[in-house]
């Protein structure tokens, strides 16, 4: 069977990166808008309604307006942006969220795709509090690396234009210094916490690559815990998941040298999870590629869990 796929923000980082994993399927055709119709209402709407899925790799207001133009019940919309991340109304695009949340997406016709920072502080953190480790009213502290094709075309032109100059944007820049990110909403909803973290992301001077890490305190947990229990804990949880890999509480084997690659998963769909540390303070830390599996890859992986084709499609 051949699906018919729109992409709406086709030039986006994100809409060009699902573009790039589409192109390997022969299971999809996927539906062009000439450039010059781009923001034409009424062939934008016509090529949702065409479509099996659309994905929106849009500005929120502009995806709550492409939402606004389905008419066929049948069309599923994956929406990249912030926008329904946390309506009830729309599925969230986790596949390894819970053991149900396959089949939420696979029924679903309206699917918010994660965010890069929240897909990673949520696959981190969601097993210690649903094994009542981490009560719920924690406030956890964190912090995300990542390069910078996660602030869109404008921040890739400033930084290689910078990459002219000896001295510009050459060292990280922490942002979103008033604690306040966006993602907040959808971190603190799909762990389950009752409270939202003090969470500050930092871009480096690379293409791409993430790495949340969030700060633990065993004295606030539910019962002692060693760094093998925590790991132990989060290994069960995703057991058997292909996209998914807790490694091992071994810093020789997990860093290189005692440091570690935020790059290591680039150019994949999957996610690192470690534990460090000892019995008095312990870091778990996430990495992923955050145009796969923290953008454009998780949407193509929600795509193929909701259409019932094998999950990594075009993905490995």
């Known amino acids: 069977m051949t699906y018919k796929v729109f992409v709406d923000g086709q030039e986006g980082t994100t809409g060009l990166q699902i573009n790039e994993y589409l192109a390997q399927r022969s299971d999809v055709e996927v539906l062009k808008i000439d450039a010059d119709k781009r923001k034409d209402l009424a062939e934008r709407k016509r090529l949702i309604n065409a479509s099996d899925v659309t994905f929106l790799c849009l500005p929120d207001e502009a995806a709550k307006e492409s939402v606004s133009l389905v008419d066929n019940p049948n069309t599923c919309v994956i929406d990249a942006s912030t926008a329904h991340r946390v309506n009830p109304a729309w599925t969230f695009g986790l596949p390894e969220l819970a053991k149900d949340q396959r089949a939420k997406i696979k029924a679903s016709k309206r699917i918010a795709n994660p965010g890069c920072h929240a897909t990673a502080f949520i696959l981190a953190l969601r097993p210690l509090v649903e094994a009542g480790l981490l009560p719920a009213a924690t406030q956890i ?7 910078y094709s996660g602030g869109g075309k404008s921040m890739i032109a400033d930084y290689q234009k910078a990459s002219e100059s000896p001295t510009q944007l050459k060292a990280p820049r922490p942002y979103a210094l008033a604690l306040a990110h966006k993602h907040l909403p959808e971190m603190q909803a799909y762990t389950g916490l009752s409270v939202a973290p003090i969470f500050q992301p930092i871009v480096g001077p690379f293409y791409k690559g993430l790495a949340v890490t969030a700060y633990l305190q065993p004295q606030q947990f539910s019962r002692k815990a060693s ?21 091992p509480v071994d810093l020789a084997a997990t860093t290189e040298g005692g440091f570690y690659n935020v790059e290591a998963n680039n150019d994949t769909n999957r996610v690192d999870i470690a534990v460090f540390g000892n019995d008095e303070r312990m870091l778990v830390v996430a990495r992923l590629d955050n145009l796969g599996k923290g953008a454009s890859g998780a949407a193509v992986q929600a795509m193929n869990v909701h259409l019932g084709v094998e999950e990594s499609l075009g993905l490995v």
Do not use: C, H, M, P
Not at 141 to 147: D, L, P, V
Not at 233 to 242: F, K, L, P, T, V
């Open 227 to 247: 760094t093998a229990d925590v790991q132990k804990i989060i290994a069960d949880y995703y057991a058997g998941e292909r996209f998914i890999n807790v490694l």
């Open 141 to 147: 502290a964190a912090n995300s690396i990542t390069g």
